[in-house]
């Protein structure tokens, strides 16, 4: 027998940048399990990254070009989309042309992605869906040290006393990496404090939450600034010989006397935050898009970072203020230069000596002479018409981007649009002129960095499905079709030795990215590499700043003045309610990729908007039931959630689904343009909208093995289920006959059970082949009550005689436990299961905790006792 090859790779979903051993089995099928000798997990992963086998599916794969919906070769639709840039820039000029990339590309792919425009076509109209993620961490990090810099490292959150968490859902963004501070935590007792406007997974899990008014998070470090000044807690050594701008920034901080008022937190929390932060020197702060994807998110990052210069807690071990990435390759999309304003190897494009080193170094024509259009104002080029040829890589800007309906527009208006990807299956694709179908992860090969600045091998295990090429491929045809040279690789290697070349080019120490020490690179070189961090080369972590060396002029950080603004929109009196968008556990960005595992849809299978349940009173929404949240121009319907983990007059709604998956919850629909002054990042986590019941005549939920027909449903939303698929759905006028509604959704035949109560408006059927379950599907006048996941599960086997009046019941009977929502998606685990095992706490005021999550502050306060499970 064969021995099993085993390959070592990385996750693409998340900035922890996850080791990950693939292993194709001889079924076809490919077990994934952790990298134990990866630095960034040892081994675990999250239940994203563990399901990834069941994603490498090809049903939904684009696997040969398209012109239009019509089959082409490669050779001609490469050729059409040169000839449509060629000609564009011939016409109206280097800037009228655009690539709009992504997170998602490897550092290889987006190396000569920026090559070709910035070099070659000579503009910076190259943007990157990275904007939408940590482009205010760039540019705090370039305001204080004068450059893109993360001075730690993931074992900081280890070694420190105190880890600071703002706008991080860490439980469940950056799972892996949670896990990490959890377990360091039960070893040492490190305090965690949360600052999220949301109680969270995260909140959960903490010492301290800080649910803070939205968008107050500069006030509240200006506060903090001002109070380890006037306590003395300045290390006053680290400031005189690194910094400069202290008292600026101290001046700008203005008054602590509003900060309850301005940030709606109780003064005790605020006093107990800035007492352990100034008690405890080993702390780390670690922000995400909470506070990136903000109108002030520059500002949030430098009134965190003024906080860590003071007190000198910055590139030590266990200490500094921390950028967390969202995306697989965020940072080495910064490394290569992917984002309009900068150049490649950290170098600086308003710097004519770092263009000239570049332009030098490339022999090519001509080097872009100013920034380009950052994602937000590209779209509204191209809606606009100053930008008529476009090229859209590996992401899905029609459901990411904000003002989503702006973003169809432009891609309907835009004379050419070419979109490479794996599945044409999106939002975005649909209005592609030619499409150019691209290898997915596990096919393809290159290098990804973490968010501590490690670069691993994303390795290929799995052979070229079809026609689809590498992404690096496909950009040096073109390149090579408008006639450019210096595009000739014969493999991802040769351009990571390019890459690594340029970074130590004229460096000199002078920037902090320099790859010398990777070497020159073979290909078995590069087949070979092991996951490595850049970084000053004094010592095996590779922190920087612990003692100065900042890459300003004059080698000091920067404190940066941030006085507090409010958001930018005023909430208006029509649209009371604060919008706030984000990730859930299972699933990732526009789900192209976790939507085809049923396994991840089984946490949550629906978009929802959760709310406080005062507001859900003052609204007369009841649970479950479903609301039209709108920002007065557009509209989104989605389930409704109440709960005490958002604070009144916000609700959240999860950035994820799209018209694939949603009758109309693209969230982003809602969200205005909005972007912060430096980072150009848009603020997607603040808009005021209005919220209204929804009247529906009937709600209805199916499981069926067949797609479900849901085109002239008034609300839908389908998920993939371990044999087939589950419906939610609900219609505004009743149907004259709902065996005619079942019939025009599943149009299949087979044996009929049905159920009716014309009184109370319930219609419930099972449709059956043989012994196997079709489709169950169940109407009601209120949202409908089964027990979801266990139906879908009875689409697996065969549906015994006497077990099929169950069915119509909708849940199991008492020898078929229902395991309620799943909680834990790796082992298919319920709430119900869960509840079963842990024994209840309850504090006096009513509320329930696990008996091990009460923080010091419950425990002091209360008495608690011991309650039966629920
Ligand atoms: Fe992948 Fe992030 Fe999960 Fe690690 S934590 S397995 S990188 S999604």
Redesign the pocket.
Known sequence: MMPQMLHKT?????????G?IATPKPDGSVEIT?DPDHP??FG???????ALGETLSLGDRQLHPLIGERRAGWNEALGLVARKFSETISAFGPDSVAFYVSGQLLTEDYYVANKLMKGYIGAANIDTNSRLCMASAVAGHIRAFGSDTVPGVYEDFELADLVILVGSNLAWC????FQRLIAARERHGTQIVVIDPRRTATAEAADLHLALKPGSDVALFNGLLQYLFINGKADTNFVIRHTSGLTDALTACGNLDNLVETTGLPLDGIEDFFALFADKEKSVTAFSQGVNQSSSGTDKVNAIINCHLLTGRIGKPGMGPFSLTGQ?NAMGGREVGGLANALAAHMDIAEPRHRALVQDFWSSPAIAAKPGRKAVDLFQAVRDGGIKALWIMATNPAVSMPDADLIRDALRACPFVAVSDVTKETDTARYAHVFLPALAWGEKDGTVT?SERRISRQRSFLSPPGEARPDWWIICEVAKRMGFGGFDYASPAGIFGEHAELTSLGNQGTRDLDLASAGPMTDARYEALAPFQWGRDDGPEKRFFGDGGFYTADGRARFVPTAFRAPASATAEQRPYVLNTGRIRDQ?HTMTRTAKTARLMQHIAEPFAELHPDDAIVLGLRSASLVMVSNGTVEIVARVLISPRQQRGTIFVPMHWTRQFSANAVVNRLVAGNTDPHSGQPELKWSPVALKPVAFAWYGFAVSRIKPRCAGLDYWSLAPAESGYRLECAGLDEPSAFDELLGAIFPVRGEMLAYHDRGSGEHRFALFDGDRLEAAMFFSRQPVGVSRNWLAAQLAGATEAENRLRLLAGRGGHDRPDHGAIICSCFSVGINQIAALIPYRVCPSGRRHAASKHSRYCRSSSTLRVAAPS
């Open positions: 990385a996750c693409p979903y998340c900035g922890v940048g996850c990950i952790g960034a997990n675990r992963l999250c239940s994203k990254g563990a950056h799972p892996v990496l697989p973490n990732w």
